[in-house]
């Protein structure tokens, strides 16, 4: 329900991860961190507050089920014990950390800890900052509600900062620090404890009643990286901030301090600024959006501006410079060159409302429909579960076969009206992506028999998903005439998993289950090593029922020929597809989703499942 990346350029932003708990309601879970070593090194006590409020602060944006009571925390202590002074360093580490937490009346009820972090070479040692990773989980009430930290772009709407320290502006500890060759003496932390309560319900009521449009922590780099941070994923669009509210003479602290505190987006402003003064909470309104790309700084006399995309690059260049050690110079560049030129995108059919019930969806059905759908399976495939739910959902009665039912001969497929194939890592592709797999239809009789039976039949429809896809590519399904001409799958050019959500177009196509989504661009989520097409004749020579939106890396992710995502068979009736279109078929299971059709209650993606739903009946 939320993963790192935000936003239509997808930067790893979030503050909090969350999952939902099932596939019919909004409850979810979940999860922050929070570390501050830097800070500890001054102040171990320090440290370990704010590396509590750190992991706070971030899960602020998720309405909790039962505000700060919902949180647990667990502790990961990583320590140089056994070198002077710093076990009574860890002493003071912990016990500020467990006061802390019981003032806030939440719970670390586990944890770890590693107390032998010192590296020796000959007679010298090198120390291991000593510092706590708070790791909290919280159940939420509502995963729709969970905050973004992407600027939204709508006038008349203000940035409104909020303290949660109750500390005068400090440098040490700070990211600032550390650019000046510094640690620094002073650190800021949590002088009151229940005012930090209070700012935490305050937020929390906001989260709640939907009256935050995007919502950032302040942390390393201070209130000058929260508000480029939430500039940062989107391709258009800045700040002008006029910091003369709030009250301290120090420009440089105000910006670059690392108090705990969150900035937030809000638009009915009067409503907000009751609900926090009821809370007890200060406020100072420190920023508007603009439609130029620029985060302008003023206060007072001063007066600077700043290129965003500038910013952007320099904060994404070291990711850059990881990524050439691992996926190479050439897929490295592209990603630094392409990552801002490649926004997600939307383009949905007039006719689609997103509404259940204008696809004939009944999550409540209870009775079956008589038409079949197998979900084929392995050992190691994984994608079962998601893919069953959908199936479902568009009206199938779902069974599940294992390939051991098929090599045993319980299961031939003959009552099957539509098999999938569903992804995962079958057999742990030690032979190759879906070698082993394809492997017990092609050497079992019982197994090859069923298969080659039911592609026979006219009244049948199979989709592949992932690593289905690849076995169908294996197996030569699609097009059996073709022979070596068939497509095939390879590992992606970036030689590295890759994982991302991506914006796919569906072309002119013949599919049954893309037939009458043609036109349409939107989201979806990619996971794989082996997903690039290879195809080996022109592309006029296959049914591309799908391709990536671009044709350059990381927007097509594998490489594929012709930025291919999924092809049909001559007929429209067999689809191999590499994205997971089973895992995108909520708008709350999307990494980025239009604000436009936030109200819709199911995606683009379901209607190739009801696609395949209508064209079975229509054959019964």
Known sequence: ARQQCQGEIQLPLSDCGAIALDYRGYAGMATSIGHAPQAAMIDPAAGSVL?????????VFAPLSEGLQSVSLSANWMWPCRNRGEDARLYKAVEACSDFASELGINIPTGKDSLSMTQKYGDEKVYSPGTVIISAAAEVKNIRRIVSPVLAYIKGTYLYYIDFSFDTFKLGGSAFAQTMGRVGDEVPTVN???????AFAAVQELTS??????????????????????CFANPQGGIEAHLDKIRHADLIKILFSENPGVVIQVKH???????????????????????????VIAKEEFRQEFDIDQLRDIWYRSSYLLDRKQSGEKCAADRFANYKQQPLQFSFNPSFTGKMEDLALAPDRKERSGLTAAIIRDKGTNGEREMAYALHLAGFDVKDVHMTDLTSGRETLEEVQFAVFCGGFSNSDVLGSAKGWAGGFRYNEQAKAALTHFYAREDTLS??????????????????????SHPKMAHNLSHKFESAFVSVEIPQNESVLFRS???TRMGIWVAHGEGRFVLPESESAYNIAAKYVYDEYPGNPNGSDHATAAVCSADGRHLAMMPHLERTIFPWQNAFYPFAFRKHEVTPWMEAFVNAREWLKERK
């Open 269 to 295: 402003h009067r409503l907000v600024e009751k609900i926090l003064e009821d809370y007890g909470v200060g406020f100072a309104i420190v920023a508007r959006p603009t439609e130029e790309r620029k985060l």
């Open 517 to 519: 989504l043609t036109g």
């Open 209 to 230: 009643r939907g009256l935050i449009l995007a919502g950032h922590d302040i942390s390393a780099g201070g209130l000058v990286t929260t508000l480029l941070e939430m």
């Open 192 to 198: 009151d404890s229940e005012y930090f309560k209070n």
């Open 463 to 484: 989709l592949g998903i992932c690593n289905g896809c690849q076995l169908m590519m294996e197996l030569g399904l699609l097009y059996p005439e073709m022979g070596d």
């Open 51 to 59: 590396a509590v409020s750190e992991a706070l602060t971030n899960m």
